[in-house]
């Protein structure tokens, strides 16, 4: 039809001499153009930096444009053409230094925390509508025809930008779906392996996706998902493609690229389904393919153009490829692929120029505009990269800039009145929280911090309650001690002991008495009025009182010291809680008791031997309690609180006085149980809330400013305050180069050159 021989309509000499007026212009504009960066300088920008490693003579390429022509035109022999090897060149809208800054880019937003996410493309279409293929085109690499129209998983291909990477290096992940060996680790595989491993992989029809990681220097990050494709609805595995394909649209964020063949317009189908996820077609590209066949049956600019104005989207772009002829024999030859991709744009061009189309419609056509395209969009969202970036990196600098002059603050006031406040503020704050704890507050985190019965005997070493001859003591915690099982700390655990004790105690007892001690406690006649089997009695029950209950009030003031003693860990883990929101993670805190573990640990050890004072004083007291035998007769005597018979016989005595001290014992036992609670309770719970607070402010207060300044460890805070300014002026300057490098690429990344 002559479709491939331009002919300019013929033009009057007044517009030919207009026409050649405006090309000088023309001409005269380029040559004014202000130079671009320095980075850029050196390349060839005329459009065949696209080749410029291409070892093919410019007639090769015009024989290609020829055999490509009749190649796709017609399914004839294809000639055997000599093709290029090299180093692979990919069509690329910006220059190789537009990707560097790139990731110059990325890196600081990443280390900024100001990291945009990277888009997301879903590939949708019909089974062998051409998305392995636009896949393939929109990387610029051909991986021999992926998927082969047998895609039945999703496959996500993520792209990421390395800048170490001068060639492509590829990744795929491990399978979870196929179960073979050598599937179960990721492998790393060259172009020429990727479509035989993907075609390993695609064995049954699963959501789970096959994922592959595409590492090279000349991309943005950006993942390409292509979907399978969706058969004819009688076909047994629609359902399933349909479901696969719907879960990877319903995301909001990522961007859908409908890819369908270019034919007429009615006949188009899948923008039902598209709608569906993307009512008005926001995020939405259509990409029309094999538009060569298309093409051919159309007669004249008014039916080309007329296709061209019903597109559904502004977003909408046709296509070519190689024919599949040119395409086997083309083989691996990337650089063959990429020209015969360029190729195939200047035909369609062609044929269009032609059928003297409406030119509006120019950057709707061609591989190398939807490139371009995506491209463009990537290139807009990380601009957002650059302002944001920004913001921050001068927000770091004047955060630095005053953390430099708050250390020189600090420094300025590290004298010994400051340290005498810090001590008197957190010995105030330690006293008020034992406290707290000792009247009841769950700020201690009773689950981290309390103890239960049991893990507070196996905490102490191993505790277990033993009589005067080592004995062990057993009772029955159920019914007897409350809370054995809850994990408590302060008074109610002191409380908790206390009434163990008593329920071991209330279990105490002695065995048969002998003849011989009642005989020994009877001593000589008195030719008194306290017959001798009385005083007998007495004795007895004086004797066995303080045997048994000595070794268990000691045994109950060690308990006693080390619930106490645990107070200053539950205050240590408060104080830290209400500080931990109020610390600097940069700066040395000259007011955090932290700093001074000397100091500290010097109010703990004042406080523990407080504790162990209260005691040995409360042991004293307790001892008071084994009454003498003299206190006892009298007790029992005057107050009548048993009838005293005669004298027995000596075949009696024996019962009568095992009766007796069996008679005091219940009394001595009652009297001791309670009366030790009591004073436990008066001489070293009460004095743990008041008299400590008198102790210890008194010992800190009496503290001369050479105690104090080797306390709080003065050199050595000095100088952690001078590295700490040293390493702000480091970072300082980190910053400052940062801001450089930021501003260097964003200069070269907001002025790409679109060179298709």
């Known amino acids: 039809r002559g479709l491939y021989k331009y002919r300019a309509p013929s033009m009057s000499e007044d517009k030919k001499k207009k026409r050649k007026d405006k090309d000088k212009k023309k001409d005269t504009s380029k040559k004014s153009e202000p130079k671009i960066d320095e980075t850029l300088s050196g390349t060839d920008f005329d459009g065949t930096h696209f080749f410029q490693n291409c070892t093919a003579e410019q007639t090769q390429i015009a024989n ?3 055999f490509l022509t009749q190649g796709i035109m017609a399914d004839e022999e294809i000639p055997q053409l000599e093709l290029s090897e090299g180093k692979v060149t990919r069509l690329d809208p910006y220059h190789p230094s537009i990707y560097s800054a790139y990731s110059t880019l990325r890196k600081i937003s990443k280390r900024m925390n100001t990291d945009a996410p990277s888009p997301e493309v879903v590939l949708v279409g019909r089974v062998g509508s051409g998305k392995s293929t636009l896949l393939e085109g929109l990387l ?87 979907c399978p494709g969706i058969p004819d609805i009688k076909d047994d ?28 317009w009615k006949a188009q189908s899948m923008t039902t389904l598209i709608k569906t996820y993307d009512s008005e077609l926001t995020r939405t590209t259509f990409a029309y393919t094999k538009f060569h066949a298309l093409l051919a049956t159309f007669n004249n600019n008014r039916e080309v153009n007329t296709y061209f104005r019903g597109i559904p989207s502004q977003n909408s772009f046709f296509l070519s490829y190689p024919s599949q002829n040119i395409r086997n024999t083309i083989g691996q030859d990337q650089n063959a692929f990429q020209r015969f991709l360029h190729l195939s744009y200047a035909r369609d061009l062609d044929i269009l120029e032609n059928l003297s189309y409406d030119r509006r419609f120019s950057n709707k056509v061609g591989y190398q505009n939807f490139q371009k395209y995506i491209f463009e969009k990537i290139w807009a969202m990380n601009q957002k990269i650059v302002p944001s970036s920004l913001k921050e990196i001068r927000k770091q600098y004047l955060e630095g800039e005053q953390k430099i002059k708050d250390v020189d603050d600090k420094v300025e006031n590290l004298t010994s009145t400051k340290f005498r406040s810090v001590s008197n503020q957190y010995v105030t704050e330690y006293l008020q929280i034992i406290q707290q704890i000792l009247a009841g507050t769950s700020e201690g985190n009773p689950d981290q911090n309390g103890e ?33 099982s809850e994990k408590l700390y302060g008074g109610l655990q002191f409380e908790r002991l206390l009434q163990e004790f008593k329920a071991i105690s209330e279990q105490l007892s002695f065995g048969d008495i002998s003849l011989d001690d009642i005989v020994t406690a009877s001593g000589y006649n008195r030719n008194s009025s306290i017959p001798n089997h009385v005083w007998a009695a007495c004795d007895i029950a004086q004797h066995y009182s303080r045997e048994l209950f000595a070794p268990l009030i000691q045994q109950l003031c060690s308990r006693a010291v080390y619930i106490a003693k645990r107070l200053a860990d539950v205050a240590t883990a408060v104080f830290q809680t209400r500080k931990s929101h109020l610390k600097s993670l940069d700066i040395t805190d000259i007011d955090d008791i932290e700093l001074y573990p000397r100091f500290s640990y010097s109010i703990n050890s004042l406080y523990f031997e407080f504790v162990d004072n209260l005691a040995k004083r409360c042991s004293g007291k307790c ?67 008041r008299e400590l607070w008198t102790e210890l402010q008194n010992q800190v207060n009496t503290m001369d ?3 104090l300044q080797k306390e709080f460890q003065f050199e050595q805070t000095k100088d952690k305050l001078r590295k700490d300014k040293e390493h702000f002026a480091r970072s300082l300057k980190d910053v400052e180069e940062i801001e450089g490098e930021l501003l260097q690429a964003a200069d070269i990344f907001s002025k790409p050159l679109h060179l298709i």
């Open 64 to 66: 290609f444009r020829q």
């Open 140 to 226: 610029g690499f051909s991986f021999n025809n992926v998927g082969q129209g047998a895609t039945k998983r999703p496959l996500y291909f993520h792209l990421v930008s390395n800048q170490d990477c001068e060639e492509p290096r590829i990744t795929i992940r491990r399978e979870s779906v196929i179960k073979d060996a050598g599937k179960d680790a990721d492998k790393i595989v060259t172009i020429d392996e990727l479509a035989t491993e993907i075609v390993e992989r695609n064995v049954v029809y699963s959501n789970e996706p096959i994922i592959v990681k595409f590492e090279w220097c000349n991309v943005f990050n950006i993942t390409v998902i292509d």
């Open 237 to 264: 595995h629609f359902n399933a493609v349909t479901e696969i394909v719907c879960n990877q649209l319903k995301v909001p964020s990522r961007w859908i690229v409908c890819v369908e063949e270019a034919r007429e």
């Open 452 to 484: 239960s019965l049991e893990e507070e005997k196996v905490y102490q070493g191993g505790f277990e309650w033993t009589d005067a001859y080592n004995r062990p003591l057993s009772v029955d915690l159920g019914g007897n001690v409350p809370f054995h």
């Open 623 to 689: 001892s008071d309690e084994f009454l003498s035998t003299s206190t006892l007769v009298w007790d029992l005597m005057e107050l009548q609180k048993v009838k005293v018979d005669e004298v027995p016989d000596q075949s009696k005595l024996q019962r009568e006085v095992s009766e007796l001290v069996d008679f005091l014992w219940v009394d001595v036992k009652d009297r001791i149980v309670k009366n030790v609670m009591i004073k436990f309770y008066n001489f070293f719970l009460l004095p743990l809330q």
């Open 705 to 707: 400013n050479e105690q």
